[in-house]
């Protein structure tokens, strides 16, 4: 394949990973081994980045949208990290081109402090915190091989390409849902009436929107780079045209202010890169393809307004909401204060990677005893992934996380400030970043897999430009640490697959579960889910639900407190608003008032009381 623009440095790159202290050079081995080979790697790699937001579990599943964008999303790298880190062990570094930069030792550490963080944390979740681990890992991993594998530039535009006509479909998707015209379409999300395709959520679609609308604008911005005319140019310009209205389109019906405003910060960084690094005429450029963008939000309101399609009253409402109530940041507020006091519950150890979900509600009973006409809600994220982030980590976890952030942010100043040439593809990564990481403020892209990954790719490919490659204390030195980084790799990549897998199989036993009304035969299907590390807690849940299914079969108050007690075991594991109620509910039925005083400090005070007599008031 060929080489881009950035093989000139790729080339230092190779040099300093393969010579170090352990006297195996690289450069001088007579039978050098790849680290994993090139069509497997790019075929995989594609698999990862191109098709997760496209696909979704459906209802053979018993869960109906994520498990298949996990499949799809960390097998890929999962397996690429097993063949990579089985022959980095096998062979050593002198046969082996590998290099493992300053950025991703610091992502291997911050790895290694999750990894212990059940020493110092009470983790209520295990299967939340094991999926969290892998999923973590995955974006590690992902990183290492990109940064040391992916060297083609025209491979790079073939998955930005992929990524377009996916998102460009998505929108189809998403405009038959809205008409409730999904039916015959069995691999489309069963959801009419929502504006987010195969995505299963809408920030999620407007940010997927985003995104490929800022590789849209980067490519017409390379294509005014490339040399070269005729017919076949000007059709791949004309693809990239229609792709980017059809997004554009997709982005301003998907009313999501975060996306929307993510896409501004992320087109503004491209156009400060390329100003102090490229030849500003591709501003020009720029300029051109922001205007189709801007053309589409005005097709959006004359279409809402004079033919009744699209979305323009919503958009319309909510840009006015934006510029009215900015202190809000779309009714943000509430929940930034919840997710803060989630952090201040536990500052220095943080509650655990995955748990944020679960304190969630403790965090909301403090706020409410200071705060009493705080909105009363539940969500499973802090839609600011930074709060949410030191919530989890705590403060070392976010210190480390913001002096990273420093750090990578002031190599990119200094390159501007020297007009340091980069590579097209580092322009692109750097405005992709920008785009994700201004999303954070108010979405959750950390966290959905198939988004998140874009995050270690773009990384990958700028930091080859962007950080320094000769720290010296930061490069592997010695045969046998190469060795136990590629057994730790491989070893990990093999655990990954497993409780997938596990997971995979007692998915299908609760969903066969869900499905039957043998009471024996719903047990004991369960039982079988419990067995399975990644759904024992969902398990544990349906049991509960069973028990309760059982208990208003036969009417024995026995029964009933088995069915309550597993529903308040559950709920201490897996907090959440819907169980809660459910308890609530149950409490008051059966006049349990030691349980009702365990639940009512999570409730909004002028939604529900007891009364100083005992009795409860909703």
């Not at 060929?2 to 790159?13: L, R």
């Not at 300093?16 to 450069?27: L, N």
Request: aromatic share 14%; with cysteine.
């Amino acid at each position: 394949m060929a080489k881009g623009p950035s093989a000139k440095n790729d080339q230092k790159i190779d040099t300093k990973a393969h010579t170090g202290g352990s006297g195996e050079g690289f450069s001088q081995n007579r039978d050098p081994k790849p680290l994993v080979p090139e069509v497997f790697f790019y075929c995989l790699i594609f698999i990862s980045l191109a098709l997760p937001n496209l696909v979704f579990s459906g209802t053979g599943w018993f869960d109906t949208l994520h498990i298949m964008k996990w499949v799809f999303a960390m097998v890929p790298i999962a397996l690429i990290s097993l063949v990579g880190g089985a022959r980095l062990f096998l062979f050593g570094p002198g046969r082996i081109p590998f290099k493992l930069d300053l950025f991703g030792l610091i992502w291997l550490l911050m790895l290694g402090y999750i990894s212990a963080q059940p020493l110092w944390v009470d983790i209520s979740s295990k299967s939340t915190y094991m999926k969290e681990w892998f999923f973590f890992a995955t974006l590690a991993a992902a990183y290492i091989f990109t940064f040391n594998l992916f060297r083609d530039s025209g491979f790079h535009k073939v998955i930005l390409w992929s990524a377009n006509i996916n998102a460009a479909i998505n929108v189809v998707f998403a405009e038959l849902l809205i008409r409730g015209l999904n039916g015959p379409f069995p691999f489309i999300m069963n959801v009419p009436g929502n504006y987010i395709g195969n995505t299963g959520q809408q920030e999620m679609f407007g940010l997927w929107m985003a995104m490929a609308l800022m590789n849209g604008i980067y490519l017409h911005v390379a294509f005014g780079s490339e040399e070269g005319h005729g017919g076949r140019k000007f059709w791949m310009q004309s693809a990239n045209l229609f792709l980017l209205a059809v997004n554009a389109w997709g982005l301003w019906n998907s009313t999501t202010r975060g996306g929307i405003l993510s896409l501004l910060v992320g087109t503004a960084a491209l156009g400060l890169i390329v100003l102090r690094t490229q030849d500003r005429s591709m501003l020009k450029r720029v300029a051109q393809i922001l205007s189709v963008i801007l053309i589409m939000f005005f097709v959006t309101l004359a279409a809402g307004k004079i033919a009744g399609i699209g979305r323009s009253s919503d958009l319309v409402s909510k840009i006015s909401d934006m510029l009215e109530n900015t202190s809000t940041f779309g009714n943000r507020t509430d929940i930034w204060r919840t997710s803060w006091a989630v952090f201040k519950s536990q500052p220095l150890q943080g509650v655990g990677i995955g748990q944020f979900k679960w304190h969630y509600l403790d965090g909301q009973r403090i706020v409410l005893q200071k705060y009493p006409k705080t909105k009363w809600q539940y969500t499973y994220w802090a839609h600011n992934e930074y709060i949410q982030w030191l919530a989890e980590f705590g403060i070392f976890g976010g210190l480390l996380l913001l002096l990273t952030g420093i750090w990578w942010i002031w190599n990119l100043a200094k390159a501007m400030i020297h007009r340091k040439k980069l590579s097209s593809e580092a322009v692109w990564a750097c405005s992709m970043l920008f785009l994700i990481w201004f999303d954070a403020i108010f979405s959750r892209p950390f966290h959905r897999i198939e988004d998140a990954l874009w995050l270690s790719f773009a990384f990958a490919m700028a930091n080859r430009d962007i950080l320094p490659l000769s720290y010296k204390w930061s490069e592997i030195r010695h045969s046998s640490v190469y060795r136990a980084v590629g057994f730790f790799i491989a070893a990990t990549a093999c655990a990954g697959i497993v409780f997938l897998w596990s997971g995979l199989c007692g998915d299908q036993y609760l969903k066969r579960a869900a499905m039957t009304n043998d009471a024996e035969l719903q047990g004991y299907l369960i039982g079988k889910a419990k067995r399975f590390p990644m759904t024992r807690d969902d398990a544990e849940e349906q049991y509960a639900y069973h028990l309760l299914a059982i208990a208003r079969a036969t009417n024995r108050p026995e029964d009933l407190d088995r069915g309550i007690d597993q529903l308040y075991k559950s709920f201490t594991i897996r907090p959440k608003a819907k169980q809660l109620m459910e308890l609530v509910s149950l409490a008051q039925q059966t006049g349990n008032q030691s349980l009702l005083r365990l639940l009512v400090p999570y409730l909004s005070p002028d939604r529900f009381q007891i009364s100083p007599g005992g009795k409860s008031a909703p």
